[in-house]
């Protein structure tokens, strides 16, 4: 079954640091990949994601995540962070029906993210 | 373009009592998810429509929980009776087909559930 994990609940940071939000998977075939961001009492906005091609995907916010086929992680990443990206942080994969061609998403438990000033 | 809608954004109710929530997709997207997120977890999917039909109900506790989508656009959440564990972040998501190039889920704001 597909899956993914985020190892860490929390990760900290100082604001201009740089940023990275783990996330490793397991699936069958080719692997497609999203990362969601969610603030406080808000849905999960769509940050990224990997279908194929370049190995570094750049998404919304200045963030970017990088594919690593060989160690089956897909990590999140961000060069200088910022107080206002401290947010709940999900990385999901695609799960495919079996013989209907429809799809889903499988979530892994999620990591905050607290940005220090 | 307008992103999914749903409503209300909270609600407490006492347990054993009902509660239904409502989501409108994006305009065209033929696919729409319930999913259940309890707190400090990520979410789960309850249930899957494509157009007005159900894809995956496989983890939708069909005893209390029920959904429709009639005509293929709004869908309706219900629960009844509620129980404690209930408590939750219902969201809504939608994409614009289920099949094949994989496609984004666009996600609505949620409606916060509390069961007293």
Do not use: M
């Not at chain 1, 603030?39 to 769509?46: M, V």
Request: with cysteine; net charge positive.
């Amino acid at each position: 079954a597909q899956s993914v994990a985020q190892p860490e609940d929390q990760v900290n940071v100082a604001e201009g640091n740089p940023l990275t939000v783990k996330c490793t998977y397991s699936v069958s075939g080719n692997p497609y990949l999203f990362w969601y961001v969610q603030y406080p009492n808000r849905g999960l906005q769509f940050l990224l994601k990997y279908i194929t091609g370049d190995n570094l995907v750049k998404g919304s916010y200045g963030f970017e995540a990088e594919f690593n086929k060989s160690q089956t992680s897909f990590h999140l990443k961000k060069p200088s962070a910022l107080v206002s990206d401290s947010a709940l942080y999900f990385c999901a994969v695609r799960a495919d029906y079996e013989s209907t061609g429809f799809q889903k998403l499988v979530f892994g438990t999620g990591t905050r993210l607290l940005v220090s000033p | 373009e307008a992103g999914v809608a749903q409503s209300p954004r909270y609600k407490i109710i006492e347990k054993r009592q009902s509660v239904a929530f409502w989501c409108n997709p994006i305009s065209g997207h033929a696919t729409l998810y319930w999913y259940q997120q309890i707190l400090g977890q990520g979410p789960k999917l309850l249930i899957q429509f494509q157009n007005n039909g159900v894809v995956d109900d496989s983890q939708l506790p069909k005893d209390r929980f029920s959904a429709e989508r009639l005509k293929g656009v709004d869908s309706t959440l219900k629960i009844q009776p509620a129980k404690l564990e209930d408590s939750a972040v219902y969201l809504c998501a939608s994409d614009a087909r289920g099949g094949g190039r994989p496609e984004t889920q666009y996600f609505g704001p949620g409606t916060r559930l509390l069961v007293l």
